[in-house]
């Protein structure tokens, strides 16, 4: 199993979006939903055009089977909006070109992100990263490892930290420290 690491560095965020933007608007969508929301790529993929258009993503989350309701970030509603309401209704916002409204599946959604982290040298790349990515950033911004935990539905903030690399920063950062 390879190890998927969050991207830590805002620069490489911003320059992979302008990348996935200029490429495919359908895969720079899927990027600002993964590193805006902290759904699962399972759950982004099953989005329908409706859930975009409301204030909040109500899901029944496809590995843990709970409700869950995610508030869409207003930055990001000015550009998913607009996508959706190109679609068809009940379209999938992550729609495949194969077969009719079905989703990419994850190994698409994977090439996508490999590629995209390949344009700015990023490795340790997977489709947890836009998760990881989004719970990185939210916890660097709000220090509420309470709040993330209840997002991810985990079971204790340690799992919560060590998920999204705050652990593996503390460890990097103590042998950075290190001199005998």
């Known amino acids: 199993m390879n190890i998927v690491q969050p991207i830590r560095d805002t620069d490489k965020i911003e ?3 302008g990348y996935l933007k200029l490429k495919n ?3 720079y969508i899927l990027f600002i939903l993964g590193i805006s929301t902290g759904l699962r790529i399972s759950d982004i993929l099953n989005l329908k055009k409706e859930d975009l258009l409301k204030s909040h993503v109500d899901i029944k989350e ?5 409700r869950k309701r995610v ?3 207003g930055y990001i509603k000015k ?3 607009p996508y959706a309401k190109k679609l068809s209704d009940h379209s999938h916002v992550i729609k495949s070109r194969q077969g ?3 989703p990419i599946d994850r190994s698409t959604a994977y090439r996508i992100l490999r590629d995209a982290a390949e344009h700015v040298n990023l490795t340790e790349i997977g489709t947890h990263t836009l998760r990881k990515t989004f719970g990185y950033h939210f916890y660097q911004q709000t220090k ?3 709040i993330l935990q209840e997002l991810f539905n985990h079971s204790s903030p340690s799992i919560t930290l060590k998920y999204i690399g705050i652990h593996q920063d503390a460890l990097d950062n103590a042998m950075d420290k290190y001199r005998i």
């Not at 496809?62 to 709970?66: D, L, P, V």
């Open 79 to 81: 550009e998913v909006v």
């Open 71 to 73: 508030k869409l970030p």
């Open 144 to 146: 509420d490892v309470a």
């Open 100 to 102: 009719v409204n079905r």
């Open 25 to 27: 608007e359908r895969d």
């Open 15 to 17: 320059q992979m979006k």
């Open 62 to 66: 496809t590995k843990t089977t709970k």
